[in-house]
């Protein structure tokens, strides 16, 4: 058996009709259908990226002594993260490359359950079955299964917006602890957090100064407008991030060196990211109100860059429905059993797409 006989069909390619009865709008398709950024990368990265251009020498895995520094530094003065050093953090090529092989990366496989939210990023469960491992969706710290390797949470969340609370974060680092698993924390979206507090895994607050098997997953690929750059970190427990080190290594999994400088440069400087944060508050003061408008429920969506909506019925009706007027979203059921009545609307549109949608919801 292929490794992609193990492996579910890719879940956009179900898209294919409805994307084709949105492009015959007289106005042209409004693609919400994905979270790519469509907003210019800041200057300050183009510029870092250009001055490293001449990168004739390979990378290290681990990363320069530089992007490690500014990865604690971020850390320490974003998300009130303590108790770093260099051997806590590690520069990643995306953050889906870690998602999709950390399970593989950790020495996971038959017998070992990996669980993930019920309503989830899709590859959370490909890397648990590229593995060969069992994947398990669980919302409840209280019951996760005997087996239990690896928890992947996510806050905000990516469909469904929604944010963890410390108390939520507190329990699932308790519970992870119990059974002695890895509990790792996609906070890619934390930046974007519209109605509550996003807080991370690394904040003393949420695990009482004890990193001991927690890491945290982030990205600049939505912070920064970045996604081509394949620029990410994962940092926490210095045991586990180096065991991911000397993994890595065998592997050739190197950010290249001019991204790591461009790196740098994005995680110094939060100007940009404000500025972003403002046009996506814009974008979504236009299409939610336009959705509860033509009869859409919003639920959950107090950060990430998405409107998790319903019109109460089967997500591939809504999808339907939307084609018809020009717009494409993505099914609740890319994302488990329970996101089968909803759908992800996503904000990163130019805002003349985003006010066409909402023309078409009106109509």
Request: overall charge negative; some cysteine.
């Amino acid at each position: 058996m292929s490794l992609t006989d193990r492996l579910p069909s890719f879940p956009w390619d179900s898209l294919a009709e409805a994307r084709r009865v949105a492009g015959e709008h007289p106005e042209g398709i409004v693609d919400l259908s994905v979270g790519t950024p469509v907003d210019p990368t800041p200057q300050v990265a183009r510029e870092a990226l250009a001055a490293a251009s001449d990168a004739h020498g390979y990378p290290t895995v681990w990363g320069s002594p530089e992007v490690r520094e500014a990865i604690v530094g971020y850390l320490e003065r974003r998300w009130k993260a303590s108790g770093l050093t260099h051997e806590s953090v590690l520069p990643v090529v995306g953050t889906k490359e870690l998602v999709g092989w950390l399970p593989t990366l950790l020495g996971l496989g038959r017998g070992d359950v990996v669980v993930y939210p019920e309503i989830a990023y899709p590859t959370y469960e490909v890397g648990a079955q590229v593995a060969g491992a069992q994947p398990v969706a669980c919302d409840n710290p209280g019951a996760i299964p005997a087996g239990t390797r690896l928890v992947w949470i996510n806050s905000p969340s990516n469909p469904s917006g929604r944010i963890f609370s410390r108390n939520q974060l507190r329990a699932w680092v308790a519970a992870a602890h119990q059974v002695g698993a890895v509990l790792a924390s996609d906070e890619c979206y934390g930046e974007f957090a519209w109605e509550a507090e996003a807080i991370s895994i690394l904040d003393p607050r949420v695990n009482d100064g004890d990193l001991t098997g927690l890491l945290a997953v982030h990205s600049v690929s939505k912070r920064s407008n970045a996604a081509g750059y394949r620029a990410g970190f994962v940092a926490g427990d210095p045991a586990l991030v180096q065991d991911l080190v000397q993994a890595r290594k065998h592997l050739g999994m190197m950010v290249p060196g001019p991204v790591q400088a461009a790196l740098i440069a994005m995680l110094g400087d939060q100007e940009h990211v404000e500025e972003q944060r403002q046009r996506y508050l814009a974008r979504r003061a236009v299409l939610r109100p336009a959705l509860e408008a033509a009869d859409f429920r919003v639920d959950d969506s107090e950060g990430s860059l998405y409107l998790w909506a319903t019109r109460g019925e089967p997500c591939r009706d809504t999808i339907a429905w939307l084609a018809e007027r020009g717009i494409l979203a993505a099914p609740g059921d890319f994302y488990g059993e329970a996101g089968a009545s909803h759908v992800r609307i996503a904000l990163t549109a130019t805002d003349e797409r985003i006010t066409s949608a909402a023309a078409r919801l009106a109509s």
